[in-house]
């Protein structure tokens, strides 16, 4: 039987969940575009951790397998966080990138050469790129790659071939992050308003509560509506928190003790 998990990204396999089917779409929608010969969107997916942004990409991403005309990958930037230079980062970057896609590496020593990454000839067929975790890097560094996707975006715009023919083959983009708007710190403001915002809201009551009918099909245990009704109204849907309530719910809770009492054992 499937548990809940409120710790990072759930298994469809494994969890409880909410599909989420009409956010998976938007975002498909958006980073393929509505006439995927032109190209898609360049996006910024957002909202408070633990609201499953990374979980709803993934399924973007899952959605666009080897035989899908245009491919997709997503990669995480946290372990850039820590790193200032803005050249080291988008060398790194760009041989993950390489890495992930079996391409030639190639070689970025400087923010000037990070473009030609993507183009066609260096990359096989059209990319959707999405970036997790991308207002974890400094403020230069954002500044920069978002600038660059920038200049692709609008040079694709102004090629009339189609999006495989184009001289840039980067589809679509996403930065995904907690922030709205991405980049806005820079003084002459945002180098991204080529961008549309894709927020990620916390679950609705009919959400959470379907969730919590799922279990109680799979388990025989019926969850009481007004218990239901309390976690939605102290979390205001939150999925991590949605989801850690489910744990103490369904896994070992007859042993809490509040107050600072032992647990049974």
Not at 117 to 126: A, D, H, N, S, T
Request: net charge negative; with cysteine; proline share 5%.
């Amino acid at each position: 039987m499937r548990t809940f998990s409120s710790y990072g990204p759930v298994d469809k396999d494994l969890h409880f969940y909410v599909p989420r089917e009409d956010l998976v779409r938007r975002a498909r929608e958006l980073l393929i575009g509505k006439d995927p010969e032109r190209g898609g969107h360049y996006i910024t997916v957002w909202g408070p951790r633990q609201t499953g942004k990374t979980w709803i990409m993934n399924q973007v991403v899952s959605q666009m397998d080897e035989k899908h005309p245009i491919c997709a990958l997503k990669l995480s930037l946290e372990p850039f966080k820590m790193t200032s230079d803005v050249d080291r980062i988008l060398q790194k970057l760009s041989e993950e990138i390489c890495r992930r896609l079996g391409l030639k590496t190639v070689t970025v020593r400087s923010i000037d050469e990070f473009d030609g990454l993507f183009k066609k000839g260096v990359l096989k067929r059209p990319l959707i790129l999405l970036l997790d975790e991308f207002d974890a890097l400094s403020e230069n560094a954002i500044n920069a790659i978002v600038t660059i996707f920038r200049h692709i975006y609008i040079r694709r715009l102004e090629d009339d071939r189609p999006t495989a023919e184009k001289e840039y083959l980067l589809h679509g983009v996403a930065l995904i992050g907690v922030r709205g708007v991405l980049g806005i710190e820079n003084v002459t403001g945002s180098p991204f308003n080529v961008q549309r915002s894709l927020h990620i809201p916390n679950l609705s009551l009919s959400e959470v509560s379907a969730m919590f009918e799922w279990y109680g099909k799979e388990s025989g245990r019926v969850i009481e509506p007004e218990v239901i009704h309390r976690i939605y109204d102290e979390t205001r849907g939150q999925p991590g928190l949605v989801s850690w309530f489910g744990e103490l719910l369904t896994e070992g809770y007859e042993g809490y003790r509040p107050n600072g009492q032992e647990h049974l054992t």
